[in-house]
């Protein structure tokens, strides 16, 4: 990520969004907005505030620097999917105890599932391995409500982050950089091949020539 690119920290955006009360939290922001890039939209502006409205029921222009912020986030997210060295994480407090961040997580999931579904392409479109990796992440959005949380411990929690951060890499690399690099090099074939094209019809005699 450049240095010129600051990425919202998680108590930043909390601290913004402290007016609107529990209404909404920077982890399911995060969230939805991975789960859009995932599904190949990256919004910003007017379009990021009709999503906040739409998913959230939040007006994001109600709080001074709240679409500024949403911005860098949203720019933020996508640099660190297109980096490779991994950098991507869910957006998590670091504050909290073992079982609220549990919950966190399963609700991080929650909306990061409810923003890829809204963009992504057609299911049938998907192949099994991603559609694998989605019900994965759908099975981990009721973690809160399905498992023990007296019985797991910390080292299997941080496995299932490091999982969910290469789920979100995968589909982001499946369904976003692989069309767009394939997008590209057809664009250069064609470009080369228009190139050829000139080239031979300098080379051609004029008409008159010809006979």
């Given amino acids: 990520m450049s240095e010129e690119l600051h990425m919202p920290t998680f108590d930043e955006l909390d601290q913004v969004l402290a007016q609107y009360g529990d209404k909404v939290s920077p982890v399911e922001i995060h969230a939805i907005l991975v789960g859009f890039q995932c599904g190949g939209s990256t919004v910003f502006g007017e379009s990021l505030a009709c999503s906040m409205q739409d998913a959230f029921g939040l007006d994001v222009y109600m709080a001074p620097g709240l679409p500024s912020l949403l911005d860098q986030l949203s720019a933020g997210i996508e640099a660190s999917l297109q980096q490779d060295d991994f950098t991507f994480m869910p957006m998590l407090p670091d504050d909290e105890d073992f079982e609220e961040q549990v919950i966190l997580l ?106």
């Fill in 106 to 211: 399963s609700r991080w999931c929650e909306s990061f599932v409810n923003g890829f579904a809204s963009t992504c392409p057609e299911e049938e479109n998907l192949s099994e391995d991603i559609e694998g990796v989605v019900d994965d992440l759908m099975t981990f959005s009721r973690m809160r409500e399905e498992v023990d949380l007296s019985e797991q411990d910390e080292g299997s929690f941080v496995e299932l982050v490091e999982y969910i951060k290469v789920a979100v890499l995968m589909l982001y690399t499946e369904l976003v950089l692989v069309p767009f690099r394939d997008a590209e090099r057809e664009a250069e074939k064609a470009a080369q091949e228009a190139e050829k094209n000139v080239a031979a019809e300098k080379r051609m005699p004029p008409s008159g020539e010809l006979h």
